[in-house]
């Protein structure tokens, strides 16, 4: 009787040694899965800001080029960056009915009144046209694909090394009137796809 009271303790105690343990074990599988996502959340939100961030650079640096930035550079470049690293929501937008309507009443104010169309809509225009008219291949393979960020990378590279070449140096590229932004903006451009063919390469 002893003996199987014994036997009976022992295996009780092993029995909820057992669950303690398997429940640490659970603490730290769960721990491990809340930092990982905390960690990869973190990631995909850097990426979607870096998205907007370079978007709205483009879209600056689009502008200044119309009004007072008067570069030889070939800033129309910037048209296709904007295509590809434009944010979902905004892409999707313009895509639609609003962007449709958009590039018609560009295109019919540019056909009948050429004399009303100022200059400077005229990139934007191309966007708004090329946002509505570009096939999915372009609309929604590449631009979500790594070609797409190649492309982004190559426009970026190009505007950045034609921009310092055309100032004179790196130095003065920071030193000369609004080159600081300038320079910034066209920085930016090279900080999402850089950032995300890291992370695909990952």
Same mark, same amino acid.
């Given at each position: 009787?002893?003996?199987?009271?014994?036997?009976?303790?022992?295996?009780?105690?092993?029995?909820?040694?057992?669950?303690?343990?398997?429940?640490?074990?659970?603490?730290?599988?769960?721990?491990?899965?809340?930092?990982?996502?905390?960690? %990869?959340?973190?990631?995909?939100?850097?990426?979607?800001?870096?998205?907007?961030?370079?978007?709205?650079?483009?879209?600056?640096?689009?502008?200044?080029?119309?009004?007072?930035?008067?570069? &030889?550079?070939?800033?129309?470049? %910037?048209?296709?960056?904007?295509?590809?690293?434009?944010? #979902?929501?905004?892409?999707?937008?313009?895509? #639609?009915?609003?962007?449709?309507?958009?590039?018609?009443?560009?295109?019919?104010?540019?056909?009948?009144?050429?004399?009303?169309?100022?200059?400077?809509?005229?990139?934007?225009?191309?966007?708004?046209?090329?946002?509505?008219?570009?096939? &999915?291949?372009?609309?929604?393979?590449?631009?979500?694909?790594?070609?797409?960020?190649?492309?982004?990378?190559?426009?970026?590279?190009?505007?950045?090394?034609?921009?310092?070449?055309?100032?004179?140096?790196?130095? &003065?590229?920071?030193?000369?009137?609004?080159?600081?932004? &300038?320079?910034? #903006?066209?920085?930016? %451009? %090279?900080?999402?796809?850089?950032?995300?063919?890291?992370?695909?390469?990952?």
């Amino acid at each position: 009787m002893g003996r199987m009271d014994y036997l009976a303790m022992k295996t009780e105690a092993d029995m909820t040694a057992s669950v303690g343990s398997d429940m640490e074990e659970l603490k730290i599988a769960a721990r491990k899965l809340v930092n990982d996502a905390v960690m %990869l959340g973190g990631l995909s939100f850097g990426t979607s800001f870096l998205k907007w961030i370079a978007s709205f650079s483009a879209i600056y640096l689009l502008i200044l080029d119309r009004t007072n930035w008067r570069t &030889n550079m070939l800033t129309a470049l %910037l048209v296709p960056y904007i295509l590809f690293s434009l944010p #979902g929501v905004i892409f999707h937008f313009l895509r #639609g009915d609003v962007g449709k309507w958009i590039a018609f009443i560009a295109v019919v104010i540019r056909l009948f009144f050429p004399r009303h169309f100022p200059d400077w809509l005229e990139m934007p225009g191309s966007l708004i046209l090329l946002l509505v008219v570009a096939p &999915n291949l372009f609309a929604y393979t590449i631009r979500g694909h790594w070609m797409g960020l190649v492309i982004c990378l190559f426009i970026g590279c190009y505007l950045l090394q034609e921009h310092i070449r055309a100032s004179g140096g790196f130095r &003065n590229s920071f030193t000369q009137s609004r080159g600081v932004s &300038n320079t910034l #903006g066209i920085i930016l %451009l %090279l900080v999402f796809p850089v950032w995300s063919l890291i992370l695909r390469a990952s």
